[in-house]
């Protein structure tokens, strides 16, 4: 099915997806409240997520065409519109990835996506948004996009260069009630240790350091484990690949007694 390919959905999550038997009206009821914050700001903030994550999986589905509908209303071509929307089958791959099974554990952040505040441009994702935090040069109520790192490959300066033009010009054009003029990322990738211990040239490095810091960092040792690694299990620690040099920082630091950090950066658009 030409959908299924276009959201990023695997042969195996499409097949359990099909042989979903779901309550109708669990499915309708968040469908409903989907199509109740689409298009509104901020969006999912007062969505409840379904006690059982399938029905979450099939309400997306099914508003797939809302969704679309509300993108070209506001001029998204169908390349942005379909990227977007494919963070659905991403996150149905980490899941089985994560965890050897069907299933989705994020509903809260494909939210984002359902409810048309998140997009995909180029290499990264942009959520426009009002801050929940002081942001150096950012008025009270100014709108800002905070930047995501989908699981899409290497953090190339070309790539990202490219993506933090499209997003410039996109939000400006689709959004104009909405002007920003920063980007903030809040992220383990921006702690210290890391950007002062990986090789300066390194993609991620050169990332890192496109941000002015600000704030204070939040210890976050789990993150670190999780988006490197894709487990939750500290306890296995001495089990996890050592193959790259991002993999034996991570697990040298934890073992050496430290503790891996949240960190906020900003950078003008």
């Known amino acids: 099915m030409t959908e299924y390919r276009l959201l990023g959905i695997s042969d195996a999550d499409r097949e359990d997806i099909e042989r979903l ?5 669990a499915v309708e009821a968040c469908a409903a409240d989907l199509r109740r914050v689409l298009g509104t700001f901020p969006g999912h903030g007062d969505l409840k997520p379904p ?7 099939a309400a997306f589905l099914a508003t797939v065409d809302d969704v679309r509908a509300y993108h070209r209303s ?12 494919a963070d659905l089958g991403r ?12 299933g989705l554990e994020t509903h809260w952040w494909i939210a984002n996506s359902w409810t048309g505040v998140l997009y995909q441009l180029g290499r990264l994702q942009f959520l426009l948004h009002q801050p929940d935090h002081e942001v150096p040069g950012v008025e009270p109520g100014e709108w800002i996009i ?22 410039r010009a996109f939000f400006a054009e689709h959004f104009p009630e909405q002007p920003v003029r920063t980007a903030n990322l809040v992220s ?23 941000f002015t810091p600000y704030g204070e960092a939040e210890d976050s040792q789990e ?3 999780y988006f490197t690694f894709r487990t939750r299990d500290l306890g296995r620690l001495d089990e996890l690949p050592r193959d790259t040099a991002l993999q034996r920082l991570i697990l040298d630091r ?8 949240t960190a906020k950066g900003y950078l003008a658009l």
């Open 188 to 210: 383990w990738l921006l702690d210290p240790y890391l950007l002062d211990h990986l090789p300066p040239a390194s993609n991620t490095v050169s990332f890192g350091r496109r």
């Open 223 to 225: 993150s670190a484990v």
């Open 51 to 57: 006690e059982d994550p399938r029905v979450s999986i």
């Open 254 to 261: 934890i073992a050496a007694g430290g503790t891996w950090q």
């Open 21 to 25: 038997s779901l309550d109708p009206a």
């Open 146 to 167: 905070g930047v995501h790192i989908p699981e899409t490959g290497p953090l190339t300066p070309a790539l990202i260069d490219e993506s933090l033009d499209q997003a």
């Open 74 to 85: 506001r001029g998204v071509s169908d390349e942005v519109s379909w990227a977007t929307l």
């Open 91 to 102: 996150h149905l791959a980490i899941h089985r990835r994560t965890h050897g099974e069907f």
